[in-house]
């Protein structure tokens, strides 16, 4: 299996915030074998910023996520919120 049918088998979480971003950055990251440094010399963002978004303690603009995503060959998407199992 090449490198773009592995990333097309890639699990889509749902992000309702900061925590759940930081946590798919980490995933994608790590799935692509990439360091916080390497990830940030791509992008021109700070490791430790990396690592705060990772943690889920930084906002950061959706361009810097969005760069992010890119260089980890993700994209950002938006559906319909699904309701969670205990909700009517």
């Known amino acids: 299996m090449g490198y773009q049918n592995a990333m097309d088998t890639f699990p889509t979480y749902p992000i309702r915030s900061l925590r759940q971003a930081g946590t798919v950055l980490r995933a994608r990251r790590a799935a692509r074998k990439i360091s916080q440094k390497q990830l ?3 992008t021109g963002t700070a490791q430790s910023t990396i690592s705060d978004i990772e943690n889920g303690v930084v906002s950061v603009s959706l ?4 760069r992010l995503l890119e260089a980890l060959g993700a994209e950002l998407s938006a559906t319909d919120r699904v309701a969670d199992p205990g909700q009517h």
């Open 40 to 42: 940030g010399e791509m």
């Open 63 to 66: 361009d810097v996520y969005l």
